[in-house]
């Protein structure tokens, strides 16, 4: 049954408002539904005022075959202020780890402190209410640190610096973002 063609009209007053709130959610809850397989989604969902661009598009479908496993690795080159590092070391370790609350990731940047930096605002997003009403993953009651924080299912993140000591971590998912800063990039 289409929702969208139903005849209302001669119903009661208060039957018609329940309905139409029942058919906003309804609404709600399928983009919710969506928002869990496919990264952009997703994206449109915790980031309201995000402006889609042809680039997104593409990185998106790349990040939904990184998820499923028809990809492996990749590597994503874009230049400067083209939401990569939004994309690629915020929002894509929350959404996989809402998909799978067990997966183990290691966030390294050219310095500690903007991988520790992604890791709060990936940790604060998780914490949301917007996050609650697409995945049910929760995180470790005393995992305070922006830069390494647990699921309650066992899964774990772990930001570092280049340099930064990972030894002897595994990890499902390893993101390095930037390991050069754009003055060493530039510097003969």
Request: aromatic share 8%; net charge positive.
């Amino acid at each position: 049954m289409n929702l969208n063609t139903v005849d209302i009209s001669k119903l009661p007053a208060d039957i018609r408002k329940k309905f139409l709130q029942l058919q906003v959610l309804y609404a709600e809850k399928r983009i919710q539904n969506k928002a869990k397989d496919d990264f952009l989604s997703f994206v449109k969902c915790v980031w309201p005022e995000f402006i889609e661009g042809a680039h997104h598009r593409h990185i998106a479908k790349k990040f939904n075959d990184l998820a499923t496993g028809k990809l492996n690795r990749l590597i994503v080159n874009m230049p400067p202020r083209h939401t990569k590092s939004e994309f690629a070391s915020y929002l894509l370790p929350a959404w996989m780890v809402g998909r799978n609350p067990k997966l183990k990731i290691i966030q390294v940047t050219h310095t500690g402190e903007l991988a520790i930096r992604f890791g709060r605002k990936a940790k604060n997003l998780i914490d949301s209410e917007e996050y609650s009403k697409i995945f049910q993953t929760r995180l470790q009651e005393d995992s305070q640190a922006a830069g390494r924080w647990e699921t309650a299912q066992g899964g774990e993140y772990f930001a570092a610096g280049v340099g930064g000591a990972i030894t002897g971590r595994g990890a499902d998912l390893l993101i390095i973002d930037d390991p050069h800063s754009e003055q060493d990039a530039l510097s003969p």
